[in-house]
């Protein structure tokens, strides 16, 4: 993840770049999901249910490699009809939600990587999907080789801003956040 100020500025360079907008500006709503024994959570696994023009359940085993400063992991995905009902299953066989978190996503395709533009409740995010080569030829060509790096997913970076900000919130969205000024600085791991 590269955190930046301005996406509309990324946005441009794509498009002058010739990056084909694969989905435009999208709302999502993701639940996360843990068992009673917190297994997920304390594994560093994520089960995830996400609705935006489709609605997907998805598993995403531990960070397995990070190499300069990019996260490798393993990840299942399915694709569900209804949000409610595959939430009301999760419930039945003993998981519970327990963090909702909003984004807006756009997606760009640009050399065989996928570059997406995420927005969150505390930030601005790029992340480039792709192999090493084609993120090392891309990084300098959108400007954003100085950008800083963080490894850590969404909901981790929640945590520390909260930590850094003192601010008890369990669900990272937009509306948490309306009031709340986010400097990047937050985002850092916290002093213990």
């Known amino acids: 993840k590269l955190y930046v100020s301005d996406l509309q500025a990324v946005a441009q360079r794509l498009e002058a770049a010739g990056a084909e907008l694969t989905a435009p ?3 999502e709503r993701n639940v996360r999901y ?3 024994m917190g297994r997920f959570s304390r ?6 249910l996400r609705q935006d023009t489709r609605v ?6 531990d960070k397995t490699e990070v190499q300069e400063g990019v996260t490798s992991r393993s990840e299942l995905e399915v694709e569900v009809s209804d949000f409610d009902t595959m939430e009301a299953i999760l419930n039945r066989l003993g998981f519970y939600s327990y963090m909702i978190y909003e984004k807006y996503r756009t997606t760009y395709t640009l050399d065989g990587a996928e570059i997406v533009l995420d927005e969150m409740p505390y930030g601005n995010f790029v992340e480039i999907e792709g192999n090493m080569d084609a993120i090392r030829r891309l990084l300098p060509r959108l400007e954003l080789d100085g950008a800083p790096r963080y490894t ?6 929640f945590d520390y801003v909260c930590r850094n900000l003192n601010l008890n919130i369990k669900d990272l969205t937009f509306a948490n956040f309306e009031s709340v000024d986010v400097p990047e600085s937050a985002l850092q791991t916290p002093s213990a």
């Open 25 to 27: 500006r999208i709302y």
């Open 34 to 36: 843990d068992d009673g």
């Open 43 to 48: 594994a560093g696994s994520v089960l995830r």
């Open 56 to 61: 997907r359940l998805t598993y995403k085993a």
């Open 152 to 157: 850590d997913s969404y909901t981790r970076l």
